[in-house]
């Protein structure tokens, strides 16, 4: 039987979410900023004018569904099939049917679940075929479609995104699943599972499914909610993109001084599970590129994060991590350390490589003294302040400013020190009697 086929009876052994499945779009629960009434895509399916598209979104918030709703309207030829189990061979053994379909005037509708599984050659075996309309394409995917989809092929297509459904949402879901399932729970328990299962209706069905079996006379009970849940489920795919998300909102808050939030997104990325040691790295991170001088123990702090995070291990060590956190979010900020370090690297590439002027080189040898090497070097140590007017940039980049520390913490008194240094500096370069 074909995956998209009509399900025969709602058996007993098929899993709960099977069983739900909508067979109208009436009865699709959420994503109304796509298939609310008079929205594009519900026009499209409605009118069966379908054109290439790509359901992005998280796990559980009905991409394969929708798929099932499309095969059910659709009056073309659908074709499934999964990135998992087929090969470049499968595919163009479809894309030849499908090419036949429309010399006969008929039309080929494809959906490829986890699209971001097959690879660029795979990708490719598509695309002249939708360039060219012999297939209507319908890829599911968990991925950003930007990063995993081939560009040429993403050019083609619609991205719609599915957003993660609302507790509210999954609490419909649920109240109808109690009346398939003959069990009743009290709201506030099926909120708990809409709360714990962050917008995906599966790991929802799934757990009310197996605190159903511990119903006592057709109730369930708070234990057994508690038992099917046991920990929460969090979006977090190492390999994904949301993994990057919760990083970038933690760089972010810290970056924006605001430890609450700092220590929010921590307790997330630690709660998925991720490896402290990557965290420790882009707390280190935070520190030169956000706070830089203006509180240099910023580093050192991250740094012994670092060590404690690998001394002590989990949990222990991820009070270290919190602890270091909440120094960065609650530092002076600068960034100016990072830009100036940017702007060298501009101007080393854009510029030359002149060579390192004589005064500069080291001179191991006599022959190498001989030659000029060394020749005009100025010992600071033996000047006065340990200040000389010597140029240490070549001399078609003299004067040229990298570093411009701002106004903010420690940085504050490193402006003034470099500004001192500067005067002076220019002040042993004027001429005599200037």
């Known amino acids: ?39 594009p895509l519900r026009r499209q399916i409605e009118r069966d004018q379908l054109t290439s598209i790509i359901l992005w979104g998280p796990p559980g918030v009905g991409k394969t569904t929708l798929a099932r709703l499309l095969a059910r309207f659709t009056k073309a030829d659908f074709v499934p099939f999964s990135a998992v189990l087929s090969g470049i061979r499968e595919v163009k053994e479809v894309m030849a049917a499908a090419e036949r379909n ?178 420790a790295r882009r707390l280190v991170r935070m520190a030169v590129e956000d706070i830089g001088l203006a509180d240099p123990r910023a580093l050192e702090q991250t740094i012994a994060a670092k060590e404690c995070v690998h001394f002590l291990g989990i949990p222990e060590g991820d009070q270290a991590l919190a602890q270091a956190a909440l120094y960065l979010a609650i530092a002076p900020k600068s960034d100016a350390a990072y830009k100036a370090l940017n702007a060298a690297l501009d101007t080393v590439r854009r510029t030359p490589a002149e060579p390192v002027p004589m005064h500069l080189r080291n001179a191991p040898t006599q022959a190498m003294k001989q030659w000029g090497y060394g020749s005009g070097y100025q010992h600071a140590h033996e000047a006065e302040d340990a200040l000389t007017d010597m140029v240490c940039l070549p001399d078609s980049l003299a004067g040229s400013r990298f570093y411009e520390p701002t106004a903010r913490g420690t940085e504050a008194r490193i402006a003034e020190r470099l500004e001192t240094l500067r005067r002076k500096k220019a002040e042993k370069r004027a001429p005599r009697g200037a």
């Open 1 to 39: 039987m074909s995956l998209f086929e009509s399900n025969p009876a709602a058996s007993q052994d098929r899993p709960l979410a099977e069983r739900l499945r909508p067979e109208t779009l009436d009865d699709y629960v959420g994503q109304e900023h796509i298939l609310g009434p008079g929205k």
């Open 102 to 279: 429309r010399r006969l005037g008929r039309r080929t509708v494809i959906f490829i679940d986890e699209i971001h599984r097959f690879n660029k050659a795979q990708q490719d075996a598509f695309l002249p075929y939708v360039e060219r309309g012999d297939v209507t394409l319908i890829g599911a995917t968990t991925e950003n479609p930007s990063f995993e989809v081939n560009s040429a092929l993403l050019s083609r297509t619609k991205v719609y995104a599915l957003r993660a459904l609302t507790a509210d949402e999954i609490v419909t879901l649920l109240e109808k699943a109690c009346r398939l399932l003959g069990v009743t729970a009290e709201p506030a328990l099926l909120e708990e599972i809409a709360n714990h299962t962050s917008g995906d209706a599966r790991a929802a069905y799934n757990a009310l499914e197996l605190a159903a079996v511990a119903a006592v006379n057709g109730a369930i009970p708070k234990q057994a909610v508690e038992d099917a849940l046991q920990k929460r489920v969090l979006l977090y795919d190492k390999a994904g993109e949301e993994r990057y998300n919760l990083i970038s909102a933690l760089h972010k808050s810290v970056r924006s001084s605001d430890p609450d939030a700092a220590l929010y997104w921590l307790a997330r990325i630690l709660e998925a599970g991720e490896d402290r040691m990557y965290i």
